[in-house]
């Protein structure tokens, strides 16, 4: 009996280290807490959509799968806390967290890394997904981020496909 | 009892349990333990070493550093030699490093790794290294372990006795090996032992971001100028350089270089030498100085004329300090009094005091006689003391045949290597007493303590870089690579710990505690500053450009792709890769190479942009592919090129 009672108070003392240290489903990185306002910030999903477009497409688009997932609907699977750190700390998120984990398996193991973005842009970044899962009709710089981008300029293009 | 015992332990391993669940749901397990653990030489994984050792590559021409006290190879820098691996001497931002008055020039042969000091400590900012073969000095920038600056030495041939350091890095110092005619020109070989060719003491100043220039080059009588070491605390002012052929033979010098009992160590005072600058006449010196800006080609630039002095027009700058025979290593203790000169042809270790030398400066009687108008001091008037030989005490092997080089550590020893009796001769510095033998295998060279050049030496270990491993290392071939042995000096006697073998041939290393450099080494190159001309730094700017007959491809990497996503051109055109690699973690290069490219590997660290040209001489469609394992989906980081008619 005593025996008994020393383990459950063990088993406990673990579960209560291991729930308590921090909240579910944020994540691990920088972010800890996100304030989210009532209403969408437009101006931060500008600036949102312009670094998703020079940092993100690589990889990313909104409603169509590429490289990584699809991104609608992010808001409503993910804490804004874990999108957020998924963006500033990827290596150490597909390490640890189990989500990242199982979304590494889901996409053919390819790992996200760090493209040099600030915790500002990815709380702007953040914003934006807020924008894309508001349901409402998206302005036209937000539709153009699953655009593929045309071919590039050639050199010179050989003579026979000109035409 | 049983049960209490089963008991104590199954709730020990449930506290691990417990301990490590709360670690990792925390985030706070794993990371890289910055403190080394060590009892020996071995390393627990993941712990780190606890020392960095710089060691000169020799004939590689280059620069290799391993953890001490593991021995494990970190890296290989590359230096003088041109370095496929990464692509360092072919690609359009290094090439222009390895510049020279002979033209572009692909290996030399590094000898001496030195830190920059501030106050007579090592301060972590750079490490140089000299080019034995064709005259330069580089300096290796320690945030990046990267070469980012190399200037030649003209007036100069076998830049050896180099490049030694002033105790708050105001220079550093190249001398001549070989002597030749000064200025170069064509005269009988034979007038080498006439006294018509000239060595050259050369004093590189250093700016407060490293920057070389040459300030002034003293011109000294015709000896081989070998080793050299500077002073420190009270001798601070001065430089001393051994010689040897102080006999002036041009022919079979092993024998013929080798007939005076003593040659000399020159005592330079720089400050003196400083002050003839003005004097000095500007004389032809065809020379580069390369520079490597962070993330840009490489500069070249050209000079043409040096300032130049004989020692006899500026007194005071040069005496001869007569020490036996053909001495190799000369090395001034941490409070700047000894000044230890390793006589290679003897079996003596002479010690003179920086005291007695001020003495005998002014003291005419101290004088033996001038050479080309350089006073030579008397053997006795500065002489501390020659190091006690005690042979074979208590079963152990005292002799020091060949000594050639000493460090000092924190407890008042000196070190000092013996090549012939294969040990390190380990004696006090006050007394002169030998306290014990260290034996090696086989051959040893030069040696190297914790920061022992600098006024307080870090001490605790010592290694040795021997010449040959022999029956130490499993036979592959003909040659092996060179064997270093550690000993940990941090007790009474010191304690042989580990041996591993090295890259090319280390001549000379210098180490530094993992503290001083570890938390500043730069992860990537920050895609904010990359300021490289040729840089593409979003995906949506990777693109082909024509001008003529020459095409510039800019092309982006990140995992996993390169982008644009084909490269068109024409038969006959001349194309240039600039590849950026976009990636913003630590240790995620990605490599570039194409078919059938005169170029080797380029490898472009996070950050960086990197260019090489590429000749498309054959119609065809050719892949290039990224070379550097970055994902799982590496082997589809892969494009065309194709080369129309």
Not at chain 2, 222 to 248: I, L, M, P, R
Not at chain 2, 254 to 269: G, P, R, T, V
Not at chain 2, 390 to 414: I, M, Q, S, V
Not at chain 2, 462 to 469: F, T
Request: proline letters at 6%; charged letters at 25%; one cysteine or more.
């Amino acid at each position: 009996m005593k025996k008994i009672s020393k383990l459950s108070i063990i088993i406990i003392f673990a579960f209560l280290l291991s729930v308590s240290c921090k909240k579910e489903g944020i994540g691990i990185g920088p972010v800890e807490s996100v304030e989210l306002g009532e209403a969408i910030d437009d101006a931060k999903v500008e600036k949102g959509a312009a670094t998703f477009k020079l940092k993100c497409t690589p990889c990313h688009k909104i409603t169509v799968k590429h490289v990584g997932p699809v991104l609608k609907d992010v808001t409503t699977r993910r804490k804004p806390e874990w999108i957020m750190n998924m963006i500033l700390n990827p290596e150490e998120m597909i390490a640890k967290d189990p989500t990242a984990k199982k979304l590494l398996l889901e996409n053919n193991m390819m790992k996200m890394v760090r493209t040099g973005i600030s915790q500002d842009e990815a709380r702007d970044i953040l914003e934006l997904f807020r924008k894309v899962d508001e349901g409402k009709e998206l302005p036209d710089y937000i539709k153009k981020l699953d655009e593929t981008p045309k071919p590039p300029e050639t050199a010179e293009q050989p003579a026979a496909e000109k035409k | 009892m049983r049960n209490l015992k089963n008991n104590i332990r199954f709730s020990g391993l449930l506290i691990v349990f417990t301990a490590s669940l709360f670690t990792s749901f925390c985030g706070l397990g794993g990371g890289n333990g910055a403190s080394s653990k060590s009892g020996g030489a071995w390393i627990t994984p993941r712990y780190m070493d606890e020392v960095y050792a710089f060691m000169s590559g020799g004939y590689s021409g280059q620069v290799s550093i391993n953890g001490i006290p593991s021995g494990r190879i970190i890296k290989q820098i590359p230096v003088f030699s041109v370095f496929p691996e990464n692509g360092y001497g072919f690609d359009e931002e290094t090439k222009g490093l390895l510049m020279t008055s002979q033209g572009f020039l692909p290996w030399d042969d590094s000898h001496h790794p030195v830190l920059s000091l501030t106050n007579g400590m090592q301060d972590g900012r750079w490490l140089f290294i000299n080019a034995n073969n064709t005259p330069r000095i580089a300096r290796i920038d320690l945030d990046w372990f990267e070469t980012k600056e190399i200037i030649e030495i003209p007036n100069s041939a076998g830049n050896h006795g180099s490049p030694y350091i002033t105790e708050n890095s105001d220079y550093v110092f190249a001398a001549t090996r070989f002597s030749v005619p000064i200025p170069q020109r064509d005269i009988p070989i034979e007038s080498m032992s006439k006294g018509e060719f000239n060595g050259t003491i050369t004093m590189v100043k250093l700016d407060k971001d490293g920057h070389m220039s040459i300030d002034l080059q003293v011109r000294v009588p015709a000896f081989h100028y070998d080793k050299s070491g500077c002073g420190k605390a009270v001798s601070k002012d001065w430089c001393f350089f051994t010689s040897y052929n102080t006999e002036q033979a041009w022919k079979m010098m092993e024998a013929e270089a080798s007939q005076n009992d003593k040659d000399y160590i020159l005592a330079f005072n720089w400050k003196v030498a400083q002050g003839c600058i003005s004097k000095a006449k500007t004389v032809p010196g065809v020379h580069y100085r390369n520079y490597h800006p962070e993330n840009q080609p490489a500069i070249s630039e050209k000079r043409t004329t040096v300032k130049m002095i004989d020692a006899k027009d500026c007194p005071g700058s040069v005496y001869y300090l007569p020490t036996p025979k053909s001495p190799h290593g000369v090395d001034v203790s941490p409070d700047g009094e000894l000044i230890v000169g390793s006589g290679k042809l003897s079996a003596q270790i002479a010690v003179h005091s920086f005291s007695k030398l001020q003495k005998a400066i002014n003291d005419k009687g101290a004088i033996e006689k001038t050479i080309d108008g350089v006073p030579v001091l008397k053997y006795e008037a500065t002489l501390y003391g020659e190091v006690q030989k005690k042979e074979k005490e208590a079963g152990k092997d005292y002799l020091c045949l060949g000594p050639l080089h000493t460090e000092f550590d924190n407890k008042g020893r000196a070190y000092t290597s013996c090549f012939l009796s294969n040990n390190i001769m380990v004696w006090d510095r006050k007394t002169l007493d030998v306290i014990e033998g260290l034996q090696t295998w086989y051959n040893i060279g030069h040696l190297s303590v914790v920061g022992g050049n600098t006024v307080k030496p870090y001490g605790k270990y010592v290694i040795g870089l021997d010449k040959q491993a022999k029956d130490r290392m499993l036979p592959v071939g003909p040659e092996l690579h060179h064997l270093v042995q550690l000993y940990d000096i941090s007790g009474d006697k010191g304690v042989f710990l580990n041996e591993f073998p090295t890259i090319g041939e280390p001549h000379y290393a210098q180490m530094a505690p993992a503290e001083l450099l570890a938390k500043k080494s730069k992860k990537f190159y920050n895609l904010k500053d990359n300021k490289h001309p040729h840089a593409t730094l979003t995906e949506d700017k990777a693109r082909v450009e024509r001008k003529g007959k020459e095409v510039h491809a800019y092309v982006t990497a990140t995992l996993t792709h390169f982008k644009p996503d084909k490269i068109e051109v024409k038969k006959g055109d001349t194309v240039y890769f600039h590849v950026t690699n976009l990636t913003q973690e630590y240790d995620m290069p990605h490599g570039f190479a194409v078919y059938g490219a005169e170029f080797p590997n380029l490898l472009v660290m996070p950050g960086q942009t990197k260019s090489a040209m590429w000749k498309a001489d054959n119609v065809g469609v050719y892949p290039f592919y990224c070379t550097d394992f970055c994902s799982a989906l590496h082997q589809e980081m892969q494009n065309y090129i194709r080369v129309s008619p």
